[in-house]
């Protein structure tokens, strides 16, 4: 809450820097542009994506964590159907106990 106050002042610093720079005899309202970009803009931005790094690796962090669990579940999901189904034939992924061996030609 306390950077929305800085970035709110430091912004109103700026647009009366480039009020003055407008107004001024010497000054043109392309100058007073630049002055806005480069003096408010430019740094207000880098500042609050700076300060806002750390929320992002959390949450990064967070949607990891949440699709780890989501796995997971999934895979005690599909275990726990594979062993409902494991008592008939050709429901499991193991090969069946009684295969028959393939026929082979007499030489």
Known sequence: MFIHLIVIGWLYV??????????????????????FLLYGLAPVALVVYLMGTPARRRAIKQREVEAQE???????????????????????????????APVRKEP
């Open 70 to 100: 989501a796995a997971r579940r999934a895979a005690a999901e599909e275990t726990a159907s594979q062993d409902a189904g494991s008592d008939l034939p050709d429901q499991g992924s193991e090969a069946a106990a009684d295969a028959v």
């Open 14 to 35: 700026a647009v009366m820097m480039a009020v003055a720079e407008a107004t001024n005899t010497n000054g043109t309202v392309l100058g007073a542009i630049f002055t």
